[in-house]
């Protein structure tokens, strides 16, 4: 068992080596963030010039509008009256300097300050506004342009009249530093609120796994019950299914060791108890006639005990074999292969017992998907099994039979068969081995647990005509699999 030091440090290398989650969700969230916040950015410093330059722009066309109703050319040229409590008011509200000229598009009239730049080209009458720069500083020019409705000095038609007002920019400048600020503070207040309810929110979200771990170290050691998962997040149950899947396979196969343990101490202890006084009455006995009747018996004795601790030992392999939870490593097997192979070991045990082995294969090869070991350890047992209870002259016939998605293996044996209440209990722990076919139970027993390693069947059946018909059926691979088989062969 291990100490707690020890695994304490396991769990601080396992803690230390893997990825925090609210760090990994910071990295996704945070570059989301980072353009939010620019974005919004842009937009506030978008939003807040506009605004400001609707504001003062209608300060513009209000003094543009003002100049243009005090504009008079009765006189034959222009004639402008100047309202100066207007401008007065005007340069109050752009804190700094304002500028104005009136001139004809031809240039013949200019009232005002001629130095100012010249307006840009734009099509139609009315107001345009663009910022422009003026004795070295920035400045917002705002441009009324309409036709007159008589020529002057004498032209041939009505010119075309240009109102220029320009302001300096630093209360246009204030009043949109301090919208954006304003947004600016709005914007990360929000961030942060962000931030915190997302880091709340992922807190609350992972409190389940916390309490799962709690439940887990205070956990018996042998305790292999499923974890209750209805408390748990919709995200989170999958991972608690699956668990819960390995969990239950180690409690299959810690019974399965269970019951291994017992099957062998049940059928082991008997045949050491009498191996032990057969030994003692053979070192206690003079007589040499009766110490080789005693070793004769327990060579007998030792034979079984060696058969059954063989037996258990590929129940033991069977039962490592149905827990493996990658099926993709069982290879095809050639049954046809295995058959010749295991009839040309056992020929001569048949032929000591006067009994004719008969092969009926199909011309084609077929394949088992599987464990070439184990089908063979069954194939083994059967064929055994039918080779001792053959009488003399007897004949035992193997049979293959490919179906669509799995093969049917026969074996016909003219043996006096096996009563029927032995049949049923076929496979079941603590077989009764006193029947007419001694020796037959722990053995197929074995077979049966290998057919349903393999997702297959084994079925006896007693023969009208004498004998049994043992019937071992098992899936075929794809046949993508034999392919890649007969390739690699």
Not at 88 to 111: C, K, N, P, W
Not at 121 to 137: I, K, M, T, V
Not at 211 to 230: H, Y
Not at 424 to 442: C, E, F, M, Y
Request: with cysteine; aromatic share 6%.
């Amino acid at each position: 068992m291990a100490r707690p030091e020890a695994v304490e440090k396991t769990r601080e290398k396992a803690t230390a080596g893997g990825r925090s989650l609210l760090f990994t969700v910071a990295m996704w969230v945070a570059p989301a963030l980072i353009a939010l916040v620019a974005g919004t950015a842009f937009v506030t410093g978008s939003t807040a010039t506009s605004l400001a330059d609707s504001a003062y722009d209608r300060s513009i066309a209000g003094a543009l509008r003002a100049i243009d109703l005090n504009i008079s050319t009765e006189s034959g040229g222009i004639g402008v009256e100047l309202p100066y409590p207007l401008f007065e008011a005007f340069e109050a509200t752009a804190s700094g300097a304002v500028y104005f000229r009136v001139a004809t598009e031809d240039g013949l009239v200019e009232i005002g300050d001629s130095f100012l730049p010249r307006p840009r080209d734009f099509s139609g009458d009315g107001f345009y506004f663009y910022n422009d720069e003026f004795l070295g500083a920035p400045i917002r020019m705002g441009i009324f342009k309409r036709r007159l409705t008589q020529p002057l000095y004498g032209a041939a038609k009505p010119q075309t009249i240009i109102l220029q007002v320009a302001e300096s920019m630093q209360s246009r400048n204030a009043f949109r530093f301090e919208l954006i600020k304003s947004a600016a503070a709005l914007n990360l207040v929000c961030v942060f609120a962000v931030v915190v309810l997302l880091l709340a929110g992922l807190s609350r979200a992972l409190s389940p796994l916390s309490a799962l771990r709690t439940g887990f170290e205070r956990r018996d050691p042998n305790d292999l019950s499923p974890v209750d998962a209805s408390a748990l997040p919709r995200e989170i149950r999958p991972l608690v299914d699956t668990f819960n899947r390995l969990l239950g396979r180690h409690t299959a196969q810690a019974e399965a060791q269970r019951h291994l343990l017992d099957d062998a101490s049940h059928q082991l202890r008997t045949p050491i108890a009498v191996l032990r006084t057969q030994i003692d009455y053979a070192l206690h006995t003079s007589a040499a006639e009766e110490r080789v009747s005693v070793l004769q018996a327990m060579r007998r004795i030792v034979e079984r005990a060696s058969r059954t601790t063989t037996h258990f030992l590929t129940m033991a392999r069977i039962r490592n074999f149905a827990s493996d939870i990658a099926p993709d490593t069982h290879m095809p097997i050639d049954i046809k292969a295995l058959l010749t192979e295991l009839a040309r070991m056992r020929l001569s045990d048949a032929r000591r017992q006067r009994v004719d082995l008969n092969l009926d294969l199909p011309e084609r090869t077929v394949y088992a998907n599987g464990s070439e070991t184990l089908i063979f350890e069954a194939l083994s047992n059967l064929l055994d099994n039918a080779i001792h209870h053959s009488p003399k002259q007897g004949n035992i016939t193997l049979q293959v039979e490919p179906l669509d998605n799995f093969l049917r293996i026969t074996l016909i044996d003219q043996g006096p068969g096996m009563s029927q209440e032995l049949i049923d209990k076929i496979g079941q722990r603590h077989l009764d081995q006193t029947s007419n076919r001694d020796g037959a139970g722990l053995g197929l027993a074995v077979v049966v647990e290998i057919a349903q390693a393999h997702e297959g069947t084994l079925t006896l059946q007693n023969r009208t005509s004498g004998g049994l018909k043992a019937t071992l059926t098992l899936p075929s691979p794809p046949a993508t699999s034999k392919s890649r088989a007969l390739t690699a062969s």
